[in-house]
């Protein structure tokens, strides 16, 4: 079966640097997303991996390593309006969207 | 990116009454869209993929006849919740993407319903 998993929740400072992991198991794979959600809001786009390494975008970095099925966002300077759920996604080898179950991210002053 | 516009945003119905939710793709043409349910503190759990011209595929455990779609035109899809019930009351989202590419998904806005 295809699966995707990544800590439930989290907590940080403001301020401070956190790393969301993500980790997969998908019959085949053509790339990653990440997407925010606040709270009783639809999902945005964050990021797009497809190859191995570091993607960097302002406060934002998305780290991908397919060898290992494994991947990670990384947001630096944290604002509390980061406090959201961060979800991890992964295109299969048949271009369906395979969600994880989120992370939620709780940043506190 | 892309515009994905979805409405209403919230409604309140009563149980037995049907609720229709439309989402419209405002700058391309989507001939997929997908429509999500989530639940509190859950992530989404994909309904059904919609098919522009064509029937839409349910996942496993979706009751089609309850959760009716369609996809009349490239730039339209609609859910329609029928005979509602409380323990159908959940956040509905769409979202549109162009199949067999790697482009990422654009979302509507979302629809919080309420069954009472």
Known sequence: GQNIDQPTEMTATEGAIVQINCTYQTSGFNGLFWYQQHAGEAPTFLSYNVLDGLEEKGRFSSFLSRSKGYSYLLLKELQMKDSASYLCAVLDSNYQLIWGAGTKLIIKP | ?116
């Open chain 2, 1 to 116: 990116g892309a515009v994905v516009s979805q409405h209403p945003s919230r409604v309140i119905c009563k149980s037995g009454t049907s609720v229709k939710i439309e989402c419209r793709s405002l700058d391309f043409q989507a001939t997929t869209m997908f429509w999500y349910r989530q639940f509190p503190k859950k992530s989404l759990m994909l309904m059904a993929t919609s098919n522009e011209g064509s029937k839409a595929t349910y996942e496993q455990g979706v009751e089609k006849d309850k959760f009716l779609i369609n996809h009349a035109s490239l730039t339209l899809s609609t859910l329609t919740v029928t005979s509602a019930h409380p323990e159908d009351s959940s956040f509905y989202i769409c979202s549109a993407r162009v199949v067999d590419t790697h482009t990422e998904a654009f979302f509507g806005q979302g629809t919080r319903l309420t069954v009472v």
